[in-house]
């Protein structure tokens, strides 16, 4: 682990001690760090092995994350009283749907994401990915997570719509449409192919963005994370509420907008944003439908007048 500041720590360590106690080592030696950052420096000093120790904390944190964020939306799905705000009233999924769901999702975390995941580290690091202490500061990590949320919704936007092309749909993309009305377990439930090709715009935005600036912390790389599979799960929950984030920012896709994609299989395909589906003319839904009417009839109307 490439910082100076533990130097002093390292040198009294032994490779009995535990966990707490190279935490403690590390508060003794490293008071100018947040405790944020102490049980981040004790974790890679304690693990002894920089590759394992990344890649332990990365799967279960997605694991963690993904199933934990999915929890509320199984609760309120169970709860009549915001069946008001489901976007397809009464398609609503059952228990045994949410929990075969839920264990294929698993699997393909522990068989195709999780050899991803241990190949991160090398991958990154080679590029210059610093995951030392102290952490960036948050108006940098900020910055920088406002950019992967713009690279990878135009990844996202242009495969996945070159994944509903006819033979592209039937041999990967139809797997993630076995569910017309989604929920949020379903964020991930994608062929191996899919979870790999899209994933690429969630992994390597921040890959491609160090590789250039040579300036990301693992740190920042989680936040983003964390950030993307909330926005995704969320996209997929089947409810838009008064306080959902599209009534304050205009231009954020989120359930409404995804949840037209699964009940159309057309249409809407970038993940955070709007932009691109409306400039490239590929909205989904009634509204999106009525306007294009619209604008032909004006466009007829304005040749007949010529």
Not at 135 to 149: N, R
Request: proline share 5%.
């Amino acid at each position: 682990m490439a910082t100076a500041v533990l130097n002093a720590t390292v040198a009294g360590l032994s490779s009995t001690d535990t966990y707490f106690t190279v935490l403690e080592e590390v508060s003794k030696y490293n008071v100018q760090l947040s405790y944020a950052e102490k049980l981040w420096a004790a974790w890679y000093l304690w693990m002894q092995n920089d590759t394992l120790a990344t890649g332990l904390m990365s799967f279960f944190m997605h694991e963690i994350v993904y199933f934990g964020r999915s929890i509320p939306w199984m609760i309120i799905d169970a709860l009549p009283m915001f069946n008001k705000y489901k976007l397809q009233k009464g398609k609503r999924p059952t228990w045994k749907e949410q929990f075969e769901c839920a264990g294929l999702v698993l699997l393909s975390h522990c068989t195709v994401e999780l050899p991803q995941i241990w190949l991160f580290h090398p991958i990154a690091t080679y590029f210059g990915l610093d995951y030392g202490v102290p952490f960036p500061p948050l108006w940098k990590m900020a910055f920088q997570i406002c950019i992967f949320f713009v690279m990878e919704d135009a990844w996202h936007y242009w495969f996945h719509r070159a994944l509903h092309y006819g033979p592209l749909y039937k041999a990967i993309h139809k797997i993630h449409h076995t569910y017309s009305a989604p929920f949020g377990l379903a964020a991930e439930y994608a062929s191996p192919i899919e979870v790999m090709l899209l994933g690429i715009g969630t992994v390597g935005s921040p890959i491609l963005w160090v590789s250039f600036t040579k300036d990301l912390h693992l740190a920042t790389m989680y936040i983003w994370i964390v950030l993307r599979l909330f926005q995704a799960i969320d996209a997929h929950s089947g409810y838009d509420f008064p306080f959902s984030l599209r009534h304050f920012l205009p231009f954020w896709a989120g359930a409404d907008h995804h949840d037209v994609h699964h009940e159309r299989f057309i249409g809407n395909y970038a993940s955070s944003f709007r932009w691109w589906d409306y400039c490239l003319d590929t909205e989904a839904g009634d509204v999106a439908a009525k306007a294009r009417r619209e604008k032909k009839l004006a466009a007829i109307k304005a040749k007949k007048a010529q």
